[in-house]
């Protein structure tokens, strides 16, 4: 069973730390496919599902009244899509969309809770993986009121090959501008000076990554803070602080 050796990190760590508990959370875990723009989650309604991601990158996604939206937080294998629901009494006013295609093992979001409440292990890492995505939000208020588009459109690329542990990306300019905050022609311009420096290449809804370099000089220095290298080591050393 796949779940026994979970590619998820958190996941990992918990089998790690506590098997035991590990072996009961299994029972209630499905592997589901994640298909791109597959929503798991609407704002301020509570996730039916927790989903422990595999492969793929999901997107926390915040929208207006008005229908913009802008990606304030992404997942991949280091965490978990709509925890949020399972930790606290409100349902999270954000949404969940799937922007890269992979696989994730799918938990009730109640049987989550109830082992949240049993397990302080599971509980521990997972409030300490709450503080990374409560870091990620900040950080992305931050970046969309200070930095320029270029810089942020950089940056979001690196973080995605980076959660996607690809170098080659299938999003279109449209997506982009969504994902991004930023109007399309804003981020078309943004691409096209990308491209002109020799940081990426696109045809045909594939963004390629061809200088990381480049890519890293245009970005801003959000990137840094937000890199998952950086916030792995952090996620250790929480984890570390609570498990001892
Ligand atoms: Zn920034």
């Known amino acids: 069973m796949t779940a026994i050796h979970p590619r998820n990190l958190l996941l990992a760590e918990f089998a790690r730390v506590s098997p035991d508990a590990y072996e009961r959370f299994l029972v209630d875990v499905d592997q589901v496919s994640l298909k791109r ?18 492969s ?28 949020a629901d399972a930790l606290g009494q409100h349902p999270f006013p954000y949404g969940w969309v799937v922007q890269l295609p992979g696989t994730a093992l799918r938990v009730p979001r109640r049987v989550v809770h ?60 449209e997506y982009l501008a969504q994902m991004v905050g930023a109007p399309r022609s804003a981020v078309t311009a943004a691409a096209s000076a990308l491209r002109k420096d020799g940081a990426i290449d696109y045809s045909r809804g594939v963004v390629t990554i061809c200088s990381e370099l480049r890519l890293r000089r245009a970005a801003c220095e959000c990137f840094d803070g937000l890199s998952s290298s950086r ?11 609570i498990v001892r």
């Open 37 to 54: 723009g597959a929503v798991l989650g609407l704002a301020n309604t509570a996730t039916e599902f927790v989903y422990f991601v595999e």
């Open 56 to 83: 793929g990158v999901v997107s926390l996604v915040a929208s207006t009244r008005s229908g913009q939206s802008l990606e304030v937080a992404v997942v991949s294998r280091e965490g978990v899509a709509g925890v």
């Open 114 to 173: 109830d082992h949240i409440l049993s397990c302080s292990d599971l509980h521990g890492l997972l409030m300490a993986y709450s503080q990374l995505v409560m870091h990620q939000l900040a950080q992305s208020a931050v970046c969309n009121r200070f930095h320029t588009s270029v810089q942020r459109l950089a940056r979001w690329l690196l973080l995605t090959a980076e959660h996607a542990e690809s170098q080659r990306l299938e999003l279109t300019h």
């Open 231 to 241: 916030l792995d080591r952090e996620r250790r050393s929480s984890v570390a602080l």
